[in-house]
């Protein structure tokens, strides 16, 4: 697949993970060998994966994935309270969104590979903006890498956080060490039912990038209130 489809049609897969095909070994190494080219700072490479492949844990990740999305982030009403009302094309994607986040939290155990990226050395919580740009930029570019890596190969992921609302659960689950090892992401891994995939509604050029100085005059992606707090607290 050309690199710039590839980029282009990298999808949030939830409905159309087909868990009937159990994903080969070899390709889950593939991708890691590629996703480890990514940068590290400092040259250490701190990104660690979590391959689950054992049904039990697999379920156990499941229900705390599902736990947050039901009971704390109060399911799809979290990404509908993201709807700007003043945009209705906005809106019915995000109502779509919902519906597919819906689909992935009834759908995730049925998967036959969870994959968590997780940054080994130390924990973020507290620390400098410096400091948590600098260890998680050390772990996201790896793991998109992955995620670009699998779509190549017909595998479909999806960047999830929710599950770290109960992170040390998971960790308790996994054997993680969670003073030293802080959790990212997690993606359901799984071949995708049909390859095509379109490109998403994303802003135009001209809104995201200001020339040599912010403009104030470009539209902004809205305020966070309370993002410090976990969600829902
Ligand atoms: C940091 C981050 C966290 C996300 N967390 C979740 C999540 O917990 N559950 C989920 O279903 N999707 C999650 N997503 C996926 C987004 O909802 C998805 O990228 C968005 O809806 C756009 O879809 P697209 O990537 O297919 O264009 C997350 C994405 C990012 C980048």
Known sequence: MD??????????VRRRLDPSRPVPIELIRD??????QAPAGSNVARTRFVVVREPALRRGLAELYSEVYRGTYVGSAGYIGNVRRDDPAAARAQERTARSADALERALHEVDT????CLDGTRLDGVSAMASASMLGGVLPAMWSFMLAAR????GTCWTTMHLAKEREAAE???????EVQQVCLTPLAFTVGDRFGRARR???DEVVHWDRWDPGLPRAGRLAGIVAEPGS
């Open 3 to 12: 690199i710039d489809e590839t980029l282009a049609t990298t999808r949030a």
């Open 31 to 36: 991708c890691v060998e590629l996703a480890v």
């Open 114 to 117: 969870i994959v968590l990226a």
């Open 152 to 155: 190549a190969r017909g595998l």
């Open 173 to 179: 689950l996994l054997g993680i060490p969670f003073d």
């Open 203 to 205: 802003p135009a050029v």
